[in-house]
């Protein structure tokens, strides 16, 4: 086992600290929060100028922004395992929404943390695997044909659960808005029992209600804590409270106004997260990741999510469906406020934590993500660690990014087209036939991926 990697980040250089094995009192809380299709421009720190995000902005103007954050797949199933194993989904076979599951034999981030000491949680959508072999429930859980899918949060490293296999409303999640019978998701304990009370109201409300005293708890216990944060929020069906639209021009429409205000909704658990950790004095030793799990639904005239003008939205792997808001705030270790532009993913989770604990990875697993310590010292270069391109592939469409270039097959049996980032991150100029030779090489380096991935899978 390597050495916990504890530094103190300054404007110079990363400086190391004692360095005790599994001194876990010196370890950072870590608390990783993801919104579910919330868009690259649905934060006022990205550019919009109706929604109210106050403490994401906050975020930003203290920590890291990370102004090209990728969730793995413009789909919510694979971007998940990616954040708890540091793999691309497709090594799992997690090619979609309510797709496979996450196989036992995956090492995960709720498993390295509690090998180091740490007491876990999952809180919110889990869509990695069904909850539930004898009642019927969610998408699959339940179902006979479904049995080979059960593969809740507590079987992969979580010590306590409050989670569904899949989405709700956004308000009181377990009834139908549309015809106020029962919504058939249920939320899960970690002894796989049926969670029956305070379900009413703001369902970010009810997730932070578990995972606050979970953290709570854990801070009484002096006991550095994971607690994975998945909001369900602002995936469809969207219903904001009225106090919250009431916040929003009467003359936008129904559907914006609901959809701003769960915005506002996410943006306030934020808030409420921030001064929790503050009361309990442990905000300046806790990693606090915001992410999202992939652009927004519907399109661009629906007035909902935004992509402040990237192209695509939602299952495509143009920019607006993969490019994601992405923060990090941890006080004690980042004490500056950083943009970044390098390229990174929801695939540097695992690895960036395995590098601050100073814990040792499976040599069986192959990671596609990397660690980004190198960028989170204040004189590093503006470049993904390594040099390692980011592959993405969903359904027949494939993508590589190399830097500020992007090539991008669309469909199966388009041609490939390719993208400098820097200089046009809306997509609208393809360089394919005067950069041919870049656009070569990069396709080269995808195929080379993708033949080790299916190398992999038939294993």
């Not at 876990?120 to 179902?143: A, E, I, P």
Request: overall charge negative; hydrophobic content about 35%; some cysteine.
């Amino acid at each position: 086992m390597n050495q916990p990697l504890l530094l103190l980040w300054t404007l110079g250089s990363a400086v190391p600290l004692s360095a005790t094995p599994l001194a876990t009192a010196q370890f950072p809380n870590i608390i990783l929060v993801m919104a579910d299709d919330q868009g690259w421009g649905d934060t006022s720190y990205n550019g919009h100028e109706v929604i109210k995000t106050p403490a994401l902005d906050q975020m930003a103007a203290e920590g890291i922004q990370f102004n090209r954050f990728y969730a793995s797949s413009p789909v919510c199933s694979p971007t998940r395992a990616s954040v708890l194993t540091g793999r691309h989904p497709s090594r799992m076979g997690i090619l979609g929404a309510n797709h496979g599951h996450l196989p036992q034999a995956e090492y995960t981030l709720g498993e390295l943390c509690k090998q180091a000491g740490y007491v876990t949680g999952h809180f919110g959508k889990w869509h990695l695997g069904t909850l539930t072999k004898t009642v019927q429930d969610s998408n699959r859980g339940g179902r006979v044909k479904h049995q080979e899918h059960y593969s809740p949060p507590w079987l992969h490293g979580f010590d306590r659960c409050f989670s569904t296999e899949a989405k709700v409303p956004t308000w009181n999640p377990m009834v139908n808005p549309e015809n106020g019978k029962p919504y058939g998701t249920r939320y899960w304990n970690e002894s796989g029992e049926i969670v029956t009370e305070n379900l009413e109201g703001d369902d970010c409300r009810i997730i932070l209600d578990r995972a606050l005293p979970f953290m709570s708890e854990a801070a009484a216990n002096e006991q550095p804590f994971l607690a994975i944060v998945w909001l369900h929020a602002p995936h469809r069906p969207v219903v904001a409270s009225t106090e919250i639209t009431e916040l929003y021009n009467k003359d936008l429409k129904p559907n914006q106004r609901d959809y701003y205000g769960i915005i506002t909704a996410v943006d306030q658990s934020m808030a409420r997260l921030r001064s929790h950790l503050s009361s309990l004095g442990i905000a300046d030793n806790t990693m606090l990741w915001f992410t999202s799990d992939n652009g927004p639904e519907g399109n661009a005239k629906s007035g909902e999510g935004s992509t402040a003008g990237l192209r695509g939205r939602k299952r495509s792997l143009y920019e607006g469906g993969v490019r994601v808001p992405g923060l990090l705030v941890w006080p004690s270790r980042i004490p500056f406020q950083r943009q970044l532009s390098a390229p990174v993913s929801t695939m540097d989770y695992l690895p960036t934590i395995a590098e601050v604990l100073g814990r040792d990875l499976p040599p069986t697993r192959r990671l596609d993500g990397v660690s980004l310590i190198p960028l989170m010292t204040k004189n590093a270069q503006d470049d993904r660690p390594g040099s390692r391109g980011i592959a993405f592939q969903s359904g027949k469409a494939s993508a590589f990014h190399m830097g500020s270039l992007k090539a991008i097959r669309p469909k199966a049996g388009a041609a490939w087209e390719l993208y400098d980032l820097a200089q046009d991150a809306g997509e609208t100029e393809d360089l394919a036939d005067t950069k041919a030779q870049v656009l070569s090489r990069l396709v080269a380096e995808f195929e080379k991926w993708q033949a080790e991935v299916q190398t992999e899978r038939d294993s």
